[in-house]
């Protein structure tokens, strides 16, 4: 089964609402990532966590890293059309033989 | 400063050709991996390379070849194309640090198997 689980697959908001994606893993982690991907185009870079119960905000953007490193959020405050894209978290982890394992990602749709 | 670059962008292949994904990164970086990416079930791991001359497998491994001979490049081989084998595939090359672990992917490759 996936070992890093995402939800929700699909969300769908009005421009100005908050959105939410959360993400478990089966183990432990030492360090997660938060990436973007627009329509069409490739996985971008957002932020990368590693102390649990960090919280880092990027303008509108806040991710946690639970406090047993094993969850992690991305929270986006008065959503704008150009936050649509599949946002995917990825965790790494010595049980994962140290390379990142990916979630199956959390679709934005913004409506304006 | 061109970053992580993939050829060809698309490509169709009939049942049981064999092609080679190009890959290219100018920053210098030992770490590159291909993904694919199928819909729901995220980027999985195909192969990975810590560095020229050493290459390993990932969680998808089967069908696939990969080399590093040069830090630059890091092509796939499809040996002999299934149709299981339509996707995206992304190539990327890992900035590695103290506490650092930055993944930069390339463009992608949209591969269809008929």
């Known amino acids: 089964g996936q070992q890093v689980m995402q939800i929700p697959q699909y969300q769908h908001v009005q421009e100005g609402e908050d959105f939410t994606t959360y993400c478990n893993s089966s183990t432990t982690l030492s360090n997660i990532q938060w990436y973007k991907q627009r329509p069409g185009g490739h996985p971008v870079f957002l932020i990368q966590l590693v102390k649990s119960g960090e919280v880092k905000k990027q303008k509108r953007l806040t991710f946690q890293f639970g406090e047993a490193k094993k969850n992690s959020s991305l929270h986006i405050t008065a959503t704008q059309t150009t936050d649509v894209g599949t946002y995917f978290c990825?965790?790494?982890?010595?049980?994962?033989?140290?390379?990142?394992?990916f979630g199956a990602g959390t679709i934005l749709r913004v409506k304006s | 400063n061109a970053g992580v670059t993939q050829t060809p962008k698309f490509q169709v292949l009939k049942t049981g050709q064999s092609m080679t994904l190009q890959c290219a990164q100018d920053m210098n970086h030992e770490y590159m991996s291909w993904y694919r990416q199928d819909p729901g079930m995220g980027l999985r791991l195909i192969h990975y390379s810590v560095g020229a001359g050493i290459t390993d497998q990932g969680e998808v491994p089967n069908g696939y070849n990969v080399s590093r001979s040069t830090t630059e490049d890091f092509p796939l081989r499809l040996l002999s194309a299934a149709p299981s084998q339509t996707s995206v595939y992304f190539c990327?090359?890992?900035?590695?640090?103290?506490?650092?672990?930055?993944?930069?992917f390339g463009p992608g490759t949209r591969l269809t198997v008929l």
């Open positions: 990327a090359s890992t900035d590695r640090g103290a506490l650092r672990y930055t993944q930069y």
């Open positions: 990825a965790g790494m982890s010595g049980e994962y033989g140290n390379k990142l394992v």
